[in-house]
């Protein structure tokens, strides 16, 4: 992709995001802390922050699972969207960006809303798993992408038929079709390929996209 295709895909983002979404100064603020604590700029998009609201809403999603915080971007998108009672819990790997994501929350409102889970997603899974808490009706992986398999595989066990299993990142530029690639993320992606061809616990799919974030796609699953 050209300097100019990323112009044009994130012109057209912020036309339609200006139309259907508008700025909101709580959003904005979350990633301009984000941004001034030194953290990577990989929160999702405007509309796609709003994609995660309306499938949470369309899940009707009350418990939400989330892997990688960050800034809590894409989580105060989501937390927003839940009825009282409802929860994100939400794992974060490191302190600092979890500091910045509660800080981020809490300005946002959204603290009783939002449970933090500090640790590595494959250390913090099975002790959720262990709480038996009641099952996850919309699950976000967005975290480190060598581990997505079993994310995913994580994400179904702790989730109920009829939940949604979105999937960041997965089109790794293209590599994701290259077998010889080596890298481990996109190992990790093309994995979670390879297992969806015989798991008979989800329906997927995936949407490649274009827009202010570049060219990427996510994979979207329904727990049969
Ligand atoms: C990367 C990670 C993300 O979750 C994302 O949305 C974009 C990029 C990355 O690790 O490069
Ligand atoms: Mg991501």
Redesign the pocket.
């Known amino acids: 992709m050209s300097e100019a295709d990323q112009k044009l895909w994130t012109e057209v983002d912020a036309f339609f995001d200006e139309a259907l979404i508008g700025t909101d100064a709580v959003l904005e603020a979350t990633l301009a802390a984000t941004e001034a604590a030194g953290m ?1 700029m ?3 998009s405007r509309s796609q922050g709003r994609l995660l609201a309306l499938l949470c809403q369309a899940a009707g999603a009350r418990r939400v699972l989330e892997l ?1 915080t ?1 800034g809590g971007y894409s989580t105060i998108w989501m937390a927003r969207t839940l009825p009282p009672g409802g929860k994100v819990v939400t794992i974060e790997a490191m302190p600092t960006h979890a500091e910045v994501a509660r800080r981020n929350i809490a300005a946002a409102g959204m603290t009783e809303r939002v449970d933090i889970r500090l640790g590595a997603g494959l250390t913090v899974l099975p002790l959720l798993a262990a709480e038996k808490g009641d099952p996850f009706d919309f699950a976000f992986i ?4 060598a581990n997505i398999p079993a994310y995913f595989d994580w994400a179904v066990r702790l989730s109920r038929p009829g939940s949604l299993i979105v999937v ?2 997965v089109t790794r530029g293209g590599a994701v079709i290259d077998a010889a690639s080596g890298v481990a ?1 996109v190992e990790g992606v093309r994995a979670l390929r390879n297992a969806l061809a015989t798991d008979q616990r989800v329906s997927a799919t995936v949407v490649q996209t274009v827009g202010s ?1 570049g060219y ?1 796609g996510f994979i979207l699953a329904r727990v049969v």
């Open positions: 990577p990989i929160a999702v990688g960050l967005d975290a480190d992408k960041d990142n993320d974030k990427d």
